[in-house]
T-cell receptor, first 113, second 111 residues
Framework: NAGVTQTPKFQVLKTGQSMTLQCAQD?????MSWYRQDPGMGLRLIHYSVGAGITDQGEVPNGYNVSRSTTEDFPLRLLSAAPSQTSVYFC????????????FGQGTRLTVV | TQLLEQSPQFLSIQEGENLTVYCNSS?????LQWYRQEPGEGPVLLVTVVTGGEVKKLKRLTFQFGDARKDSSLHITAAQPGDTGLYLCAGAQGGSEKLVFGKGTKLTVNP
């Protein structure tokens, strides 16, 4: 019963460094997405994917890249980390179609110094 | 501009009290979902409401979708400390799987 697995759980980066946040799901969900959660801001959509090979931008995509080579994996890449990217990042997956439940990972707490 | 406005932002009550949390928008949604998030965890779905005027009950929690499908409310009866958490509403528009989230209501129920 793994569901959505995110790694790492915590990460500290220096400004300008790059890194990849990993997300994997074992529920054969077509739809996957990345959110960031900041105090008082709720969850904001960064990028999403409706299936392998298809990705699109969300509300706050700048500074982030994604790819979807398999149904299971949806990594989020920070190209050159900035302090403004300090946040908690959540990956979610769901079946496509209306009214479907989003399953979330446990999150990655990222600090950029 | 926040598409979904939640109120109140913070709520601290005593065990046994009742409370209502609101999720409002000027936009129409095909469905609204309520999630609960505990510290250090991802949100977990509580309910999805789809039909205007729909009411769903989950033990002591009652969820309502507005007739015009622009707003929703969550009512908790006789709150318990285990209800403590961040309550998030999320809406889907049209046929999209993309969810728009409100900023959340942080509920603390004191013993």
């Amino acid at each position: 019963n793994a569901g959505v697995t995110q790694t790492p759980k915590f990460q500290v980066l220096k400004t300008g460094q790059s890194m990849t946040l990993q997300c994997a799901q074992d529920m054969n969900h077509e739809y996957m997405s990345w959110y960031r959660q900041d105090p008082g801001m709720g969850l904001r959509l960064i990028h999403y994917s409706v299936g392998a090979g298809i990705t699109d931008q969300g509300e706050v995509p700048n500074g982030y890249n994604v790819s979807r080579s398999t149904t299971e994996d949806f990594p989020l890449r920070l190209l050159s980390a900035a302090p403004s990217q300090t946040s908690v990042y959540f990956c979610a997956s769901s079946y496509t179609g209306k009214h479907t439940e989003a399953f979330f990972g446990q999150g990655t707490r990222l600090t950029v110094v | 501009t926040q598409l979904l406005e939640q109120s109140p932002q913070f709520l601290s009550i005593q065990e046994g009290e009742n409370l209502t949390v609101y999720c409002n928008s000027s936009s129409v949604f095909s469905s609204l979902q309520w999630y609960r998030q505990e510290p250090g965890e991802g949100p977990v779905l509580l309910v999805t409401v789809v039909t205007g005027g729909e009411v769903k009950k989950l033990k002591r929690l009652t969820f309502q979708f507005g007739d015009a499908r622009k707003d929703s409310s969550l009512h908790i009866t006789a709150a318990q400390p285990g209800d403590t958490g961040l309550y998030l509403c999320a809406g889907a528009q049209g046929g999209s799987e993309k969810l728009v989230f409100g900023k959340g209501t942080k509920l603390t129920v004191n013993p």
